[in-house]
Every structure is written in C-alpha cells, then in structure tokens.
C-alpha cells in the first residue's frame, strides 16, 4: 500500500554526533516535507522540496542542519554535530503540488532522535 | 504566517458521548486537513477539507472557508479515538505550500 516509509524509527545518540534520517515519499509525489515535534513547539516545518528543489528551508538551523533529496525517491535529514536539544520526534511528509491547491499530505511513523 | 488556533486544548469524554472540536485561522487557505495522533505517535489522516462538508464514519467535518474555521465532530465517542487532534492548514496567497499546524485538541476518551 503507498505510504511514507521513514528510517530509523528510533535513534539514540551521542552528543556531536551526526545523525542522518531517511524518507521514501509515496510513489508519484512530487513534494517533501520535514517537520520536527517537540512538546514545547509543536509540529514545526523544518523545511520542503518541489520535484527534489529546495523550496523553504527556514526552519532549520543552518549550521547544524541538512537536508536533501538524492533522487525522486529519497530525502534525507542530516544533523552534524547533534545536540540534546535536538532530541524530538522527525516527520517526513509527501503531497502532490501542481497548479492549483496542495493535495492531501500524508505522514511517516516519524524517527524518534534522543541525543544525550 | 498564518495562524491556527484550536479550541479546546483538553477534552475529556465519557464513552459515548459527542463532542465537536474547532480550528481557527488567520487568513484564507487553500488545503485543510484534520489529523489524530494517536497514543503511539502515528498521524492519521482524518479529512482533507478545504472547505465543505464530510463525513466519514462517526467523524464528519465542516470547513466554512470564508469565515476562517473548521469544525471535527466525533460522534458516540469510543476509548480508541483518544489522543491528539491536529488541524493543519496551506496559506492560500503566498508561495509557502507547506502545513502550518495547531497546538493540537488532547481527547481522552474514558471507558
């Protein structure tokens, strides 16, 4: 069945260093969202391509944060060196977005990073 | 950006029982959707309603998009609709396509 497939689920890791989460969108989805969970902030945009283009990434810091989209069918989030508080739970997300309004958006099971 | 408020934060329910959530936001959008996190974490997807009505099931949902609100009705509520219920929304007239979300309705739905 098509869904967003993210890897790993669960990651635990050491302070500085680098952890890089995966995300395969749903086949034909021309849209990819990163979107970080925290109890303080909520669900917040980290950042998002069109047809693997950057297209907003000011969520993320800049300095420690990464992300890209080797092919149609991978994203990837890097963060070098990581920090405790980067510990939060990581969602990938696909859409269509053509011309007109977004289509539905459906969700990964999320990478649950602690950095301790 | 655009701004979402949902009301209530907390809910408490008896089995049964029905209540009507609701989403607020700032300005006109162009994608809605309502979402339930479950106790494990997973975001489901509810309704993609940008405006109208739908029902699906004990859940139905109301988008009036040009007075800025959308409504999630749970109907005879069961323990397994307890968790988070999320409305997110797609600004309608700038370029950021992506969904901006609420703080969320925590449901508890006891047996």
């Known amino acids: 069945d098509a869904r967003v497939t993210q890897t790993p689920r669960h990651k635990v890791t050491e302070m500085g260093q680098e952890v890089t989460m995966r995300c395969q969108p749903i086949?034909?989805?021309?849209?990819v969202f990163w979107y970080r969970q925290t109890m303080m902030q909520g669900l917040e945009l980290l950042a998002y391509f069109r047809n693997r283009a950057p297209l907003d990434d000011s969520g993320m810091p800049k300095d420690r944060f990464s992300a890209e989209m080797p092919d149609a069918t991978l994203a990837t989030l890097k963060i070098q060196p990581s920090e405790p508080r980067d510990s939060a739970v990581y969602f990938c997300a696909s859409g269509l977005v053509l011309g007109g309004p977004n289509t539905e958006a459906f969700f990964g099971q999320g990478t649950r990073l602690t950095v301790v | 950006g655009i701004q979402v408020e949902q009301s209530p934060p907390d809910l408490i329910l008896q089995e049964g029982a029905n209540s009507t959530l609701r989403c607020n936001f700032s300005?006109?959008?162009?994608?809605l959707q309502w979402f339930h996190q479950n106790p494990w974490g997973q975001l489901i997807n509810l309704f993609y309603?940008?405006?109208g009505t739908k029902q699906n099931g004990r859940l139905s949902a109301t988008t009036v998009a040009t007075e800025r609100y959308s409504l999630l009705y749970i109907s005879s509520s069961q323990t397994t609709d307890s968790g988070v219920y999320f409305c997110?929304?797609?600004?309608?007239?700038?370029?950021?396509?992506?969904?901006?979300f609420g703080s969320g309705t925590r449901l508890q739905v006891q047996p």
């Open positions: 997110a929304v797609v600004e309608g007239d700038t370029g950021r396509r992506a969904l901006t």
């Open positions: 086949l034909g989805h021309n849209t």
């Open positions: 309603i940008p405006s």
């Open positions: 300005d006109s959008v162009n994608n």
